[in-house]
């Protein structure tokens, strides 16, 4: 996939940005789902799984009629690392006050109409689990979300399978199921706000706070 320059694509017109950033959400998704690349020892998997959420998210703007520049931006930036020379992965953050503050906000978003995790829902789970024992985290509100395509109806019980789907991961990797609270909260809780029946990658999503033993 040749890639432009990075800041080139917001001077393109929203039809041929769509099918730019298409492109890269595409083969971020091909790259995600590729053995070489999930065994890799790099940062493909990384700038991949980021490549995959911003496009998404750059996506569902354009499918609105609007050019989000923050999203576009991310998206060609993460593309153009992902195709790139491989780096050294970032490190990971520290474990401290800050992250083990109450209420801890972490996120697993999903593909349009589905409950089944993305691959890249293993980097949340193993984040929590990785940091349960120094944080003293000991309950956890799994929520499910969805956007608001589709009827309130049809969307509350998806959002209730996705949660679901992401405590059978957290409880494969050793989070007890007693610790979990797990509900949905259909479209009626968006980080976006859209039109009715708008599709939104980020309101397809579960949200996973993450409480202390002590407060």
Sequence with gaps: MALAQDGALMSLGKAELRGEVESRYDAAVAATLDETV???TDSRY????ETKVQCGIAMGFLKSGTKDADSVSKCEKFALRMV???LPPPPP??????????QMPMYV???WDSAAPPPDASATVSLITENSAVCGWNAFSVIGHTDRS???S???????ERAQAVARMMEGAGISASSMTIDGRGETERKVETLDGERNPSNRRVE????????
């Design 109 to 111: 978003y999903f593909d």
């Design 93 to 102: 953050p520290p474990v401290n006050e800050i992250q083990c503050t109450e």
């Design 154 to 160: 049809y969307n509350f019980p998806l959002s209730v």
């Design 84 to 86: 790139g020379d491989p």
């Design 150 to 152: 589709g009827s309130d």
């Design 208 to 215: 996973i706070n993450a409480m202390p033993a002590t407060r």
């Design 38 to 40: 999930l065994r890799s």
């Design 46 to 49: 990384y700038w991949a799984s």
